[in-house]
């Protein structure tokens, strides 16, 4: 159980367009859920915390218009890269908390979508 | 404020040696500790957590971790490295009774040499 999917595994893009990964809780219902960024070598660094039913709250320094969240069901939230260009090229990562069980306080992460923006 | 420090940038063990991977932690309150493991370009995968009860715990493939307060440490060890354990290692921390995030750790790459 507490399985979260990523799509797509990895993605290569223009610069200037528009990329949308998508985050999926499999086998439990996911009220909060996280985006996190990953360069290489280096540690996870949250974005922002994607919330079912009303707006996402981004950290310190990450733009809201350019990472725009969605979290539209309770198993699903959605990253859009806006305008990518060649430096938003990283791993991104999505974890979820199950709120249901008894490991609300654990997060189950994606397998990550590795961007690559030309 | 929460933080959580990984010394080693690179551990080297010897398959078969015991191995230890360390972090400290600062948090306000009690903590959540937990350890993942990430192989290359994948995500992170759950290996064990402490949340209260035995400062010893158990998790997946073998290994363990010692939570020590007066230290404030959560220390990875696994008695027997494999080479399969090659990876690396974050440690992560949260305020108990806290809505935020974790808080990860550098990453430490552990590198078992057959």
């Known amino acids: 159980g507490a399985v979260v999917s990523q799509h797509p595994s990895w993605v290569i893009c223009k610069s200037g367009t528009s990329v949308k990964i998508e985050c999926r809780s499999l086998?439990?219902?996911?009220?909060?859920m996280f985006w996190y960024r990953q360069f290489p070598k280096q540690s996870l660094m949250l974005m922002a915390t994607?919330?079912?039913?009303?707006?996402?709250?981004?950290e310190q320094g990450v733009e809201k218009d350019k990472f725009l969240i969605n979290h539209a069901s309770l198993t699903l939230s959605t990253l859009t890269v806006t305008s990518a260009h060649p430096e938003d090229s990283s791993f991104y990562i999505c974890?979820?908390?199950?709120?249901?069980?008894?490991?609300?306080?654990?997060?189950?992460f994606g397998p990550g979508t590795r961007l690559t923006v030309l | 404020a929460q933080s959580v420090a990984q010394p080693e940038d690179q551990v080297n063990v010897a398959e078969g040696n015991p191995l230890t991977v360390k972090c400290t932690y600062s948090?306000?309150?009690?903590?959540?500790l937990f350890w993942y493991v990430q192989y290359p370009n994948r995500g992170l995968q759950f290996l064990l957590k402490?949340?209260?009860?035995?400062?010893l715990v158990k998790g997946s493939y073998g290994f363990e971790a010692e939570f020590n307060k007066s230290q404030t440490s959560f220390h990875l060890k696994k008695p027997s490295a494999l080479v399969s354990d090659s990876a690396l290692y974050f440690c992560?921390?949260?305020?108990?009774?806290?809505?935020?995030?974790?808080?990860f750790g550098s990453g430490t790459q552990l590198t078992v040499l057959p």
């Open positions: 974890s979820a908390r199950d709120p249901s069980s008894g490991r609300n306080n654990e997060q189950f």
């Open positions: 086998d439990f219902q996911a009220t909060t």
């Open positions: 994607s919330n079912e039913g009303s707006k996402a709250t981004y």
């Open positions: 948090v306000s309150g009690n903590p959540y």
């Open positions: 402490y949340i209260t009860g035995d400062n």
């Open positions: 992560a921390v949260r305020a108990s009774g806290s809505a935020r995030q974790l808080t």
